[in-house]
């Protein structure tokens, strides 16, 4: 009980009195756990569709996103505090459960369906986003950081860390080899959104997991409830059952060899925008009306 009590006076703060946040909060981690672990082992997907307790779920982590609002953060990234939440990174979070949300409705209601057309509508849907996201950086973002995994200029983000991390050579390397991690899969998410498919309603949710556990895990550790290792290891963790759903849906290993020429074009500073542009409108396009792709990909998921 006294250690029930610890936690609740560390995250119990003025600027909530109501605890509309840490329920909205709370209930995500339910749904988490129910989407998932129940509907995951009962349905083998995520379960999202035209029911209203999808429509609710997602109205949910839309309003958590959004009650962050409540809170004073700092207005800019605070160097040598790569836990501290600031307004861009909080802008950011929005924007994108933003587009979580629109992936899933869009998934819904799928226009021109099994067409070009419909890929185009998708891709616009999707990219809005983060044409909305770089106005945020435009206005809040500290001018040469950025807040997503691979920063603006196509080079890995080389984000501030904490003091202790940046003394240790070995710390530097697996902080350097896991925002590696980070950016592939922001990538691997964007490129999955982008392709039309009937799980596309289950990929809209399937990202919010990366959104919002990264901020969770930022409050804990800033209340000092975690230790900052603590924070990369949950939050790789809930990238990984984020990936495992992406690949469930999209088994061919064609597929991810495509997501991997954009993660490393990316690196060697291509336009974002080029690369998933020409990934959704003219790669994927060309590969699924070729019959020698359709058949290497065949035989790629029956040998792997």
Not at 156 to 182: C, N, W
Not at 186 to 193: E, G, K, N, S, Y
Request: hydrophobic share 50%.
């Amino acid at each position: 009980m006294q250690g029930v009590m610890h936690v609740k006076k560390k995250l119990v703060t003025k600027e909530d009195p109501w605890y509309v946040h840490k329920i909205l909060g709370l209930s995500a981690l339910v749904s988490y756990f129910y989407r998932y672990y129940v509907c995951y082992n009962s349905q083998g997907t995520l379960g999202l569709g035209w029911d209203w307790l999808s429509w609710f779920t997602m109205a949910l982590h839309f309003a958590l996103s959004s009650s962050s609002f409540i809170f004073h953060v700092v207005a800019k990234r605070m160097k040598g505090f790569p836990m501290v939440i600031y307004e861009e990174y909080r802008m950011h979070t929005v924007v994108f459960t933003s587009r979580c949300v629109a992936v899933y409705i869009f998934g819904l209601l799928r226009p021109f369906a099994g067409t070009y057309l419909e890929r185009v509508m998708l891709c616009g849907s999707v990219l809005v986003w983060h044409l909305l996201a770089d106005e945020v950086t435009r206005r809040w973002g500290t001018e040469g950081v950025t807040a997503v995994r691979v920063n603006g200029k196509g080079g890995l983000d080389e984000r501030s860390t904490s003091a202790i991390v940046s003394k240790s050579p070995f710390l530097m390397s697996v902080v350097f080899h896991g925002q590696k991690y980070y950016a592939f899969y922001q990538i691997a998410a964007v490129c999955c959104h982008l392709t039309p498919s009937e799980q596309t309603p289950n990929l809209g949710y399937n990202t919010l997991i990366a959104i919002q556990s990264s901020a969770f895990l930022m409050t804990l550790y800033r209340k000092s409830l975690i230790y900052q290792h603590s924070h990369a290891f949950w939050y790789s963790l809930a990238l990984l059952m984020s990936l495992f759903q992406m690949y469930r849906i999209f088994p061919s290993p064609f597929f991810w060899a495509r997501i991997a020429v954009v993660f490393i074009l990316r690196i060697f500073r291509v336009n974002k925008y080029v690369l998933y542009l020409s990934f959704a409108l003219l790669v994927e396009p060309m590969v699924q009306s070729t019959y020698a792709a359709e058949a290497f990909d065949r035989f790629a998921v029956s040998v792997f």
